[in-house]
């Protein structure tokens, strides 16, 4: 991957970290970090920017990004959103909802024809390509025609899939959402967003609100996250392949109840991921069969996996989602586990999961 690399003679291999935040005077301007974006900052957007196919920039984190989008539609606008997706995305809607920005409408975005009336007088549908931590799968292409012929703009966060298993703006999207800190940058060091937007006037206006919310990266994530996608296909092809497997012994095994996950035939989603996906992901939700308590047992059982937060990593992370009172609120089974499925060998995975599984 030769995007974000220098290519004069005599340059480094990789764009070095410049930590600078004010940069010399040019003839007619200033400049400051918070609107020159670093070299480093500027590697990273111009390689995301390659895979995706649109403008990339990178911010200070996922939610902040999340901001810079829903920051262009004025008081009163109207949004489309899972009822049940990512826990600070949920909140932060809500709590734009509470001091009367945005009037919310919570749907099933598995379920198209609710998704399109909701669209009725919309501005923003926001959607998840996997949701989180449920799995459902929403048909985009369709929801995206629906919303701008209803005068709606569409952003799509595709963390979960990353540009090597869904292109949101190939499918119509006006601008894709990543949390960096997972796949992208893939070594659970790194707090890092990024938004590609379709159209160069809206990639200006969301720089522009990237600048008056000094919402900009650091020099060092930056670095880290561009090293990141220099192995994000050799991570996604192992950590896909990893999930696959266990996902099919999971659904086998007498103390799972049931298995989300896309890849296999029987799941609601699979149809349109295999439509519309290049895979199916390396997420796996599971329901324990038994009580909360003895989901926390699991967690507590894993040995090579780590019991976390966070996913996308190297390393496979599990922990029980309905913990957490957002995600409790919108319907997450209490023995619902989400396995970030790593790069780990497979028959270890499968030895430490089916270990504490079977000590339940």
């Known amino acids: 991957m030769a995007a974000g690399r220098p290519r004069a003679p005599g340059a480094p291999l990789n764009t070095p970290i410049v930590p600078a935040a004010p940069y010399l005077h040019s003839d007619d301007d200033n400049a ?4 020159v974006v670093s070299p480093t900052v500027a590697a990273f957007e111009d390689a995301l920017a390659e895979l995706e196919g649109g403008t990339a920039l990178a911010f200070a984190s996922g939610m902040a990004a999340l901001s810079a989008v829903v920051g262009g539609f004025p008081s009163g606008s109207v949004a489309v959103v899972p009822h049940a997706a990512y826990g600070g995305s949920v909140s932060a809607f809500q709590a734009r909802q509470d001091v009367g920005r945005l009037t919310v409408r919570p749907v099933d975005v598995a379920d198209t024809a609710a998704v399109v009336a909701a669209l009725d007088g919309a501005d923003l549908l926001w959607l998840e390509t996997v949701s989180n ?35 949101p703006l190939e499918l119509g999207a006006d601008v894709v959402v990543h949390s960096a800190s997972k796949y ?3 070594h659970s060091d790194v707090l890092l967003g990024v938004l590609v937007a379709r159209s160069p006037t809206l990639a200006a206006a969301l ?17 880290l996250a561009t090293r990141g996608l220099r192995t994000l296909a050799l991570r996604m092809q192992r950590a896909q392949e990893n ?8 659904a086998g095994h007498p103390r799972v109840e049931r298995v989300h996950y896309p890849g296999l035939h029987t799941d609601p989603g699979h149809a349109v991921a295999a439509r519309d996906h290049a895979g199916f992901g390396a997420v796996i939700s599971f329901e324990v069969a038994g009580s909360a308590a003895d989901a926390e047992q699991v967690c507590a059982g894993v040995q090579l996996i780590t019991h976390a937060t966070s996913l996308g990593g190297v390393e496979s992370l599990i922990e029980r989602r309905a913990r957490y009172a957002g995600d409790a609120s919108f319907g997450t089974p209490p023995t619902l586990l989400r396995l970030s499925v790593g ?12 270990r504490a599984l079977d000590a339940l």
Request: no cysteine.
């Open 32 to 35: 400051y970090a918070r609107d």
């Open 133 to 167: 931590p449920l799995m459902a799968v929403p048909d985009v292409p369709a929801l995206v025609a629906a919303a701008h012929q209803a005068g709606a703009a569409v952003a799509v966060d595709a963390t979960f899939s990353t540009p090597l298993v869904v292109r």
């Open 184 to 186: 992208l940058s893939g």
């Open 207 to 223: 720089h522009q609100r990237r600048t008056l919310t000094g919402a900009v990266p650091g020099a060092l994530e930056a670095y």
């Open 243 to 250: 999930a696959g497997t266990l996902a099919q012994r999971l």
């Open 343 to 354: 790069i780990e060998h497979i028959d270890d995975l499968w030895t430490d999961l089916s």
